[in-house]
């Protein structure tokens, strides 16, 4: 779905903007590592607020979404309430589809600075070939709430396991119908893990999720 998405947002997309003039030497500096730094990793989070959503805007001007999406990223870590993120997220889309990394959602979620603080105390010590995976699904039908969260893993990457699951290969039911996407920046650290490992931080994750007030299917 998110491929499907970015093909036809590339063939709708604007021609890539100039920066403005005013643009600080350190923000062209971060624009050219922007892409290659996780989201965990927060590197904006000691610059100030206005100045993040003043980059924003040069960053969409720019159609730079490798940029864009750390400015999301940090706003909505922050829940900076003066900032539309679905309005912002639509907009980065529409004309940076292309340049955007995997592990900015399309939609907002409110409870995912917490997702990400959940994550973040799980570990794995050894290398291997298995990785836990977050989906995003869709309870507005039935829940106050809309969103929950499905924890899983697989010898697959998240997001062919999630294909999988659409297509309804060795599918979770929920998955199926209520899959929206995957969650990949806060579990990005856990990929790529001894099988034994996953299979232990699959149900502690869960169930962690769970205890913070999330509604989480799978994690077992």
């Known amino acids: 779905m998110r491929r499907m998405f970015r093909a036809l947002m590339n ?6 903007g100039r920066r403005r003039e005013h643009t600080p030497a350190w923000w062209r500096g971060f624009s050219q590592a922007a892409a290659r730094t996780a989201a965990a990793h927060r590197p904006l989070r000691l610059v100030p607020t206005p100045a993040i959503r003043v980059q924003l805007g040069e960053a969409l001007a720019a159609a730079d979404g490798a940029v864009g999406a750390h400015c999301i990223h940090e706003l909505w870590m922050r829940r900076d309430l003066a900032v539309n993120i679905d309005a912002a997220l639509e907009q980065l889309w529409r004309r940076a589809a292309q340049s955007i990394p995997d592990w900015l959602p399309m939609r907002d979620i409110e409870w995912l600075p917490l997702a990400y ?7 794995a010590a050894a290398r291997g070939g298995t990785n ?3 989906v995003l699904l869709d309870y507005s039908d039935s829940r106050q709430e809309p969103h929950a ?6 010898r697959y990457s998240a997001h062919q396991r999630f294909d999988q699951h659409k297509a309804g290969i060795r599918a979770a039911g929920c998955v199926l119908r209520r899959g929206l996407e995957v969650l990949t920046g806060p579990t990005l650290h856990l990929q790529n893990i001894k099988r034994r ?4 931080i699959e149900v502690e994750l869960a169930a962690a999720l769970r205890e913070a007030g999330l509604f989480v299917q799978g994690g077992h």
């Open 132 to 134: 836990v995976y977050l």
């Open 117 to 123: 603080e959940i994550c973040a105390r799980f570990k």
């Open 149 to 154: 969260v499905y924890v899983g893993m697989s």
């Open 197 to 200: 490992e996953a299979a232990r």
């Open 11 to 16: 063939s709708a997309a604007s021609p890539r």
